[in-house]
Nanobody, 124 residues
Framework: QLQLVESGGGLVQPGGSLRLSCVAS????????IGWFRQAPGKEREGVSC????????YYADSVKGRFTISRDNAKNTAYLQMSSLKPEDTGVYYC?????????????????WGQGSQVTVSS
């Protein structure tokens, strides 16, 4: 029912900022919770943030709290992840995902649809 396409990744210096976009094609985008995940080389995929499709409540991993902001524009079928004060440990492939029945935002298997991923590299 949904296809997700990410954009906005790239190379940024520590302390810099970057905004990722996730554009959805399909119906009922506003019903889905949208999560952002990342995977660094040699590490497991981890949940970064999520925004609810019910009340737009937001959730963040402790490691990014205060630095990252998730948002959505339902009229544009788009979700965003604004990343600030970036650190080298933020480096990885970032994925957006959509799920109708997400309970724990950081659990990958609770999301039904996934984007292709976008590389974010934080390095000096």
């Amino acid at each position: 029912q949904l296809q997700l396409v990410e954009s906005g990744g790239g190379l940024v210096q520590p302390g810099g900022s970057l905004r990722l976009s996730c554009v959805a094609s399909g119906e009922n985008f506003n019903y889905y919770a949208i999560g952002w995940f990342r995977q660094a080389p040699g590490k497991e995929r981890e949940g970064v943030s999520c925004i609810s499709g019910v009340d737009s409540g937001t959730y963040y991993a402790d490691s990014v709290k205060g630095r990252f902001t998730i948002s959505r524009d339902n009229a544009k079928n788009t979700a965003y992840l604004q990343m600030s004060s970036l650190k080298p440990e933020d480096t990885g492939v970032y994925y957006c995902a959509a799920g109708l029945y997400v309970v724990e935002f950081s659990e990958s298997d609770e999301y039904e649809y996934w984007g292709q991923g976008s590389q974010v590299t934080v390095s000096s």
